[in-house]
C-alpha cells in the first residue's frame, strides 16, 4: 500500500494512532540541537500524579544537579503545577526550561537530571512518559480511549532530517517508550500492522 493510501488513523487495542506514526521518519540529533526541548516552549512537560509521586522520591538524588533557580522554583511550587489549559506539567525556570535540566558542559547539551540519575543506577525512575514518547503526543479522550498523534516542532527539524537521511520511522525510533507505556505485546501488534501496511 502507497503512504498516500494509509488510512489517517490506526486503532491498535484501545489506542489510535495517526498513520504517521508509521510513515514518517525521525531520530533526535542531540549535536545539532542541543536537547532544546527541554528549554523552549512555554509550560513543562504533561505529568502524572505518579509520576508526580515518582519525581518527588527521587528529588534528593537529582537536587545536586539542578540550578539554584530551578531549586527555587521547587522550593516555592514544587515539581509540578497546573498549565493555563488544565493540564498537570513539570514545574519550570523563567517560563521555559523544565526545572530538571541540567547542562553538560562537554557537550554543551541541556539533558534530563532524572534520566541522567537512572542511567546511572541511582534511581528507578526514568522520566515522564511523555517526555520519552516525543515527537509523539499522547491524549485520553473522556472514553477512556487514548490518541496518539505526531507532532512536528521546528526545534525538531534536525530530528526529521537524521530520521530520513537513516530510514528511522518514527515508531520504531520510540521502541522503548513505546514498550514501556503500552507493553510489549502491544508494540509487536503495532509492528505488524505496519508491515502489513507498508508491504
Same mark, same amino acid.
Given at each position: ?12 487495542? +484501545? #489506542? ?6 508509521? !510513515? ?22 504533561? #505529568?502524572?500524579?505518579?509520576? #508526580? ?19 527555587? #522554583? ?7 503545577? !497546573?498549565?493555563? +489549559? ?8 523563567? %517560563? ?47 472514553? %477512556? ?30 521502541? %522503548?517508550?513505546? !514498550? ?20
Amino acid at each position: 500500500m502507497d503512504k498516500k493510501q494509509l488510512p489517517p488513523i490506526l486503532q491498535i487495542g +484501545d #489506542v489510535l494512532i495517526s498513520s504517521d506514526i508509521i !510513515t514518517e521518519e525521525f531520530c533526535c540529533d542531540l549535536t545539532v540541537c542541543h536537547g532544546a526541548c527541554c528549554v523552549e516552549g512555554e509550560a513543562g512537560a504533561p #505529568v502524572t500524579l505518579d509520576d #508526580v509521586a515518582a519525581i518527588e522520591d527521587c528529588l534528593d538524588t537529582v537536587w545536586p544537579d539542578l540550578s539554584a533557580a530551578a531549586q527555587a #522554583v521547587i522550593d516555592r511550587q514544587g515539581v509540578a503545577y !497546573t498549565d493555563p +489549559d488544565g493540564d498537570l506539567v513539570t514545574s519550570i525556570v523563567g %517560563g521555559k526550561d523544565c526545572v530538571f535540566t541540567y547542562y553538560d558542559r562537554q557537550d554543551d547539551c541541556c539533558l534530563c537530571a532524572l534520566e541522567k540519575a537512572c542511567r546511572n543506577g541511582q534511581t528507578n525512575y526514568m522520566k515522564p512518559i511523555s517526555c520519552a514518547l516525543y515527537p509523539i503526543r499522547e491524549k485520553t479522550f473522556n472514553d %477512556g480511549t487514548v490518541g496518539l498523534n505526531y507532532h512536528r516542532w521546528a526545534i525538531c527539524q534536525c530530528g526529521r532530517e537524521k530520521g530520513r537521511n537513516i530510514h528511522l520511522p518514527v515508531y520504531r525510533f520510540l521502541e %522503548g517508550p513505546l !514498550t514501556r507505556r503500552f507493553g510489549k505485546e502491544w508494540y509487536d501488534e503495532l509492528c505488524s500492522v505496519a508491515s502489513q501496511l507498508l508491504s
